[in-house]
């Protein structure tokens, strides 16, 4: 069983940068893709980065280029996502994910395994 568990959100000012890291136990197939999505209040879950677990092919939605970095450590333990130049309209709680498979469309749906959130909030 995949257990995954998000650290690193907190509050900071606009403009600011803070990295979000995953943790995942229970082993990843070698077709795993590793996301991360967040949910605004009133808001559906969307889609902000993902990672091809087996070759580090990167995955953005247009809201997160350039601003955002998805990685993984060497020893593939961790997931991270570096945010800079943070705006207001990125707060939101914040989940890692996980999928057996890689379908471009990054729907939540595809989506099995999820942690818990952390939550991001930016403001002045």
């Known amino acids: 069983q995949v257990q995954l568990v998000e650290s690193g959100g907190g509050l900071v000012q606009p403009g600011g940068s803070l990295m979000l890291s995953c943790a995942h136990s229970?082993?990843?197939?070698?077709?795993?893709?590793m996301g991360w999505f967040r949910r605004a209040p009133e808001k559906e879950r969307e889609f902000v980065a993902a990672i091809r677990w087996s070759t580090g092919d990167t995955y953005y939605a247009d809201s997160a280029k350039g601003r955002f970095t998805i990685s993984r450590d060497s020893a593939k333990s961790f997931m991270y996502l570096q945010m800079n130049n943070l705006k207001p309209e990125d707060t939101a709680v914040y989940y890692c994910a996980m999928s057996g498979y890689l379908d471009e469309r990054f729907r939540p749906y595809d989506f099995h395994y999820w942690g818990q959130g952390t939550q991001v909030t930016v403001s002045s």
């Open positions: 229970g082993g990843l197939p070698s077709s795993a893709v």
